[in-house]
């Protein structure tokens, strides 16, 4: 199994460093049959989805070699790029090998209900997945200590199961900020409707002006996790907000085969025959 670790948070962030610590120990139980790498942004990418930049005015992408304290053995870049170019550019077979498996996080903030979408961690191993990569993404509640080795045993384990799981397996990891002995379990959490913004006002009057600051009061999907009170009990975040990690399957982009859709589509490409007949 070959693992290529990265995150939104940089190369420097305290998460990565504690995963790749992880990572390392277990390559070291069978490094015959294992290997790992970080390649991650050098610095903060948050909230950049699967954004890659315009990558075609780019004269290139900076990399700069670093040393991980405890994993010193993995091979580790950071690039100036985000999350979603470095496993792009690991992917093509960039760096030390070409890997089948893409480990993101821990990120520093749950990633739950809609903010899922807005993640650079998740948006890392929904790039892998379109080079056909299976993916982990991790993420630990937000807080005044955060235990991000809470998070990174999980995600140990749930990596060693996603081995032998089909080609491009995605998976969504959110652990509650809590100690390991005072973890509840772990459980599948559905894609919440929570927001990551739940409304934003100009505190200097109700109608907007010529310009002005917009201050965002933020939702239930935030990184420390809002009011989760109008939840499912299997949503992912009312799971982590009632101590448990919630473990969601993810799918990357595809066509969507609905047929109740073919009308639509139908009548669209029609009107747009017809324009095209009768312009040309």
């Known amino acids: 199994m070959k693992i290529l670790i990265t995150n939104d948070d940089g190369v420097l962030a305290p998460g990565i460093a504690v995963l790749a610590r992880h990572v390392s120990r277990w390559v070291q ?4 049959h294992r290997q790992a790498m970080v390649v991650a942004p050098d610095r903060n990418y948050s909230g950049m989805s699967a954004a890659v930049g315009d ?3 780019m004269d290139g992408v900076k990399y700069e070699r670093f040393s991980i304290e405890g994993a010193q053995s993995l091979p580790t870049y950071g690039l100036d790029a985000a999350p979603a170019l470095c496993t792009i550019l690991a992917a093509v077979g960039t760096f030390d090998f070409v890997p089948d498996f893409v480990l993101s996080g821990i990120n520093a903030g749950a990633n739950v209900g809609r903010s899922i979408l807005h993640s650079g961690t998740v948006g890392a191993v929904l790039t892998g997945a379109q080079f056909g990569l299976s993916g982990l993404a991790v993420s630990v509640q937000w807080g005044d200590d955060v235990h991000y080795d809470t998070a990174g ?3 140990v384990e749930v990596m060693q199961e996603l081995a032998n799981a089909p080609r491009g397996t995605l998976l969504n990891l959110n652990v509650p900020n809590l100690p390991g ?5 772990v459980r599948r959490g559905r894609v919440s409707h929570a927001a990551l913004v739940h409304d934003a006002i100009d505190r200097s009057g109700p109608v907007l002006g010529d310009s002005g600051v917009l201050e965002l009061n933020m939702g239930a999907a935030s990184p420390t996790l809002g009011d989760t009170s109008d939840e499912a009990s299997d949503d992912d975040g009312a799971l982590v907000h ?14 969507d085969s609905d047929p109740g859709l073919d009308d639509t589509v139908t009548a669209a490409l029609s009107a747009i025959t017809r324009h095209l007949s009768e312009r040309y």
Do not use: K, S, Y
């Open 29 to 32: 139980e069978d490094p015959d």
């Open 55 to 57: 990558v075609f005015d």
């Open 153 to 155: 045993a999980v995600a």
């Open 242 to 255: 009632a101590g448990f990690a919630a473990l969601t399957p993810l799918r990357g982009p595809h066509e």
């Open 181 to 185: 002995a005072q973890l509840q379990g």
